[in-house]
């Protein structure tokens, strides 16, 4: 099975042109950041994009604006968009952002918002630069000698400063799988107990060293709900950084219908089939996961393959 529609995040690689090969090209990422044409993405310390005052997209800094902020702010190439360098700046603890919003009128907003609103290859433009933006701010010392690090390649990497250390540090991605187990017809779907009332969710966990991703399904499923899970297809991934994960997605049959809690993970798990999941949805007993997430895309698929419904027609009703 393979996804319809591109999750929300991905498909940069159809826009950006990431350009690593150039990240240590000292003299040719010196060009791009002076160039006239170069966009920064701004980043407060906490991670929050500066968005327009009054529309649902970026606030780009121009050549202009750029001048001072590069004298302090930590800037990072991003790639190439339409021959265009881009760069993120991250401000730090000290810089004062509601000074900065009226000198830009703008307004900050985090990942989780923004990434509703914005257009789609701005949304993956701001995950991608958060998720660069969490690591060069957890990542200050080596962790081999204690040594502090200094951001080097663009600030793709971080490098010891210890002479006799000098390792270098790669920015972090944490795989974690999440699936919709089918089993005759019906959909598992399963809810934390601090969620909203009635919300619902497809399964989800971390993968764990030495584990594959079909591996990582069929333990996670069998830990939370207690169902055993038998053929695993991959379905479509999502960057998801908040702060540093990559949802892989994926489709799964249940060999048997039998649920039972585990781990504690859950406060509850049921079998939904098309109609029940109507039903509920119209009478406000269930609410989908967020359509930010590659859960709402998971289900919404599922939706449509197996009783040709669509989902976001059903959560408008």
């Not at 600030?155 to 999440?178: K, M, S, V, W, Y």
């Amino acid at each position: 099975m393979i996804a319809t529609k591109l999750n929300t995040f991905a498909g940069l690689s159809l826009i950006l042109d990431r350009v690593a090969e150039q990240r240590d090209a000292v003299d040719w990422v010196a060009a791009k950041v002076m160039a006239p044409d170069a966009r920064y993405l701004l980043l407060d310390a906490a991670g929050d994009a500066f968005l327009h005052h009054e529309e649902e997209t970026l606030r780009w800094l121009d050549a202009s604006e750029r001048a001072h902020l590069l004298s302090h702010a930590s800037w990072s190439l991003m790639g190439i968009v339409d021959g265009q360098p881009h760069f993120m700046l991250l401000l730090d603890e000290n810089d004062d952002v509601a000074a900065l919003e009226a000198a830009l009128d703008a307004r900050r907003m985090g990942l989780r918002e923004a990434g509703l609103l914005l257009p789609a290859d701005e949304a993956g433009l701001f995950a991608y630069a958060k998720g660069l933006a969490h690591w060069q701010r957890e990542t200050r010392f080596c962790a081999r000698c204690g040594a502090p690090v200094q951001l080097v390649s663009s600030g793709h990497r971080a490098q010891c400063t210890n002479g006799d250390c000098g390792r270098l540090h790669f920015p972090r991605t944490d795989a974690a799988i999440i699936v919709i187990v089918e089993h005759q017809g019906a959909c598992l779907l399963g809810r934390q107990a601090g969620w909203p009332p009635g919300r619902y969710s497809t399964l989800a966990g971390f993968v764990e060293p030495g584990e594959a991703l079909e591996d990582a399904v069929r333990r996670e499923v069998a830990e939370e709900a207690g169902v055993i899970v038998g053929d695993v297809h991959y379905h479509s991934s999502q960057p998801w950084p908040m702060p540093a994960s990559l949802m892989v997605g994926f489709t799964a049959a249940a060999l048997s219908p039998t649920i039972r809690l585990r781990d504690g993970e859950l406060e509850d798990a049921r079998w939904f089939t098309p109609q029940q999941i109507i039903d509920a949805l119209a009478d406000g007993s269930l609410k989908t996961p967020t359509r930010l997430s590659v859960s709402y895309q998971l289900l919404s698929h599922w939706l449509q393959q197996r009783a040709g419904l669509d989902l976001d027609e059903l959560v408008t009703r």
